[in-house]
């Protein structure tokens, strides 16, 4: 009578405290330059080594520029970031995915795309964005730079462990629906605090119908619903999509970790703290219209009528009754942790292939890794992109948040596939509209907003 999350949570305690937290133990850390000095220099202070250097990889994502990669970062802030985990990664003997490498990309990006994040696992990072992992059938949730210290220093954490939630969609995406929409709905149905405690797992037949890169963005917004973490239950899409990756396991050691990995299931009566049932039928393309993700509609909707929204409204240049097809977009963001993989580019390519990018947008098309990047290539999508008017930028986080050169001026509005739209998180004033890759390619042709669906005909 377990639920999956029971069942990978307990397989990981190494003690329970008496009226405390559970030390649970992790088996990988991603760090990344933003959240780890602090973790480091404490280490450092205390004399301490890390307990088992295998179990982490450091990667640079957040600081890391879109262009010139091969020559000095620019921003001295950024660059100083980017060397110091470089440093500190050498100095404690952690494998380092440097920028500029073929293994470098975003942190949430690489390690499923590189088979280092496995079904059962528990996987932190000090990023909110680590509930992405769970789509691999792993526990997975950020962690704060205190924690990442503890988890270098002794490959545990201490955590209250959280209540369970099942989501279940059932019914077929309807045509121009994505996993990006799906979440999109769920955060505007349980608003951006109505999974708060809560670690859900994703079930239903919509669920089990999505792709690994869908599963993967659909993960990442959990924490949008104020989750600890998501995840969803490893299935022969899970296993197809591992199966000679460059660290998941080989011959007998795969066919044994298959075989447990298909275990991992909620049981039949399993009892959730919290069941939430959907219809695949109710979700269409969707767009925010806010300040936080949960502030979201249909895309041919109008902005509704909300109490304490005036300020979010105010700081959109929105009003509440109006629709917003037809709005001047005037940049376009495709990447980011939620949609920079290779399936969000050849989704951006079906739409504007045959057309043309529209002269007053901006359009920012960034690879989540150097892997991504090399499937461009392969699959000739650069060349249909190129021929639509778009460049292709180098692997990095780019403008899902303000940490690099990659910002959207102030009063300028951008449809980006990213994650959050909090004031100034694609730079001071940036006014954001989160979507799918879609619809940020039907926006970045049509140079206003435009209900995806309209451009299918020539997918």
């Known amino acids: 009578m377990k639920t999956l999350f029971d069942k990978i949570w307990d397989s990981h305690v190494v003690q329970n405290i008496d009226g405390g937290p559970t030390q649970l133990y992790i088996d990988r850390l991603y760090c990344h330059e933003v959240t780890s000095p602090q973790a480091f220099d404490g280490l450092r202070a205390r004399g301490l080594k890390c307990f088992r250097p ?13 262009h010139d990669q091969d020559k000095p970062i620019e921003d001295p802030v950024s660059r100083k970031q980017v060397e110091t985990l470089e440093r500190n990664a050498k100095d404690f003997g952690l494998r380092h995915f440097g920028m500029f490498s073929k293994d470098n990309g975003i942190i949430h990006v690489v390690g499923p795309e590189k088979g280092l994040s496995l079904p059962g696992m528990t996987i932190v990072c000090g990023d ?19 924690e990442v210290e503890m988890v270098m220093a002794s490959q545990c954490i201490l955590q209250q462990k959280p209540k369970s939630m099942r989501i279940t969609i059932n019914g077929q995406l309807g045509r121009g629906v994505t996993p990006k929409d799906v979440a999109l709905y769920l955060m505007a149905q349980l608003t951006t605090s109505g999974a708060t405690g809560y670690f859900v797992e994703y079930a239903g037949e919509t669920v089990r119908e999505m792709s690994m890169e869908g599963r993967l963005t659909l993960c990442n917004l959990s924490i949008e619903m104020g989750a600890r973490g998501g995840f969803i239950a490893p ?70 009528f909300g109490k304490g929204e005036d300020k979010a409204l105010n700081y959109m240049g929105f009003k509440a009754g109006e629709k917003l097809l037809g709005k001047k977009v005037d940049y376009v963001f495709l990447g980011a942790c939620t949609n920079g993989r290779i399936e969000d580019f050849r989704a951006f390519a079906s739409i504007v292939k045959g057309r043309k990018k529209a002269d007053d947008v901006v359009a920012w098309l960034v690879p989540g890794s150097w892997v991504v990047l090399q ?13 639509a008017g778009f460049e292709i930028r180098q692997p990095g986080c780019s403008a899902c948040l303000a940490m690099n ?30 979507c799918s890759p879609l619809t940020a390619a039907a926006a970045a042709v049509t140079g206003q907003i435009t209900d995806p669906r309209s451009l299918c005909s020539l997918s």
């Open 54 to 66: 295998e179990k982490i990889v450091c990667m640079p994502d957040h600081n890391t520029p879109t």
């Open 235 to 304: 299935d022969d899409v899970t296993f197809d999509y591992l199966k000679g990756r460059e660290y998941a396991p080989k011959g007998e050691a795969w066919d044994k970790a298959v075989g447990y990995w298909r275990t991992l299931r909620s049981d039949d009566d399993a009892v959730f703290d919290k069941e939430l049932a959907f219809n695949a039928e109710d979700i269409e393309p969707r767009i925010t219209y806010g300040t936080n993700p949960g502030m979201g509609i249909g895309i041919a909707d109008a902005v509704p």
């Open 375 to 387: 499937q461009i290539h392969n699959e000739r999508l650069d060349a249909v992109l190129e021929a």
């Open 128 to 146: 909110s964005h680590t509930s992405t992992h769970g789509a691999m059938g792993a526990v997975a949730f950020g962690i704060g730079t205190s």
């Open 405 to 434: 050169d990659d910002k959207v001026p102030a009063g300028k509005l951008c449809l980006s596939t990213s994650n959050r739209n909090f004031e100034g998180r694609q730079g001071p004033g940036a006014r954001t509209i989160l």
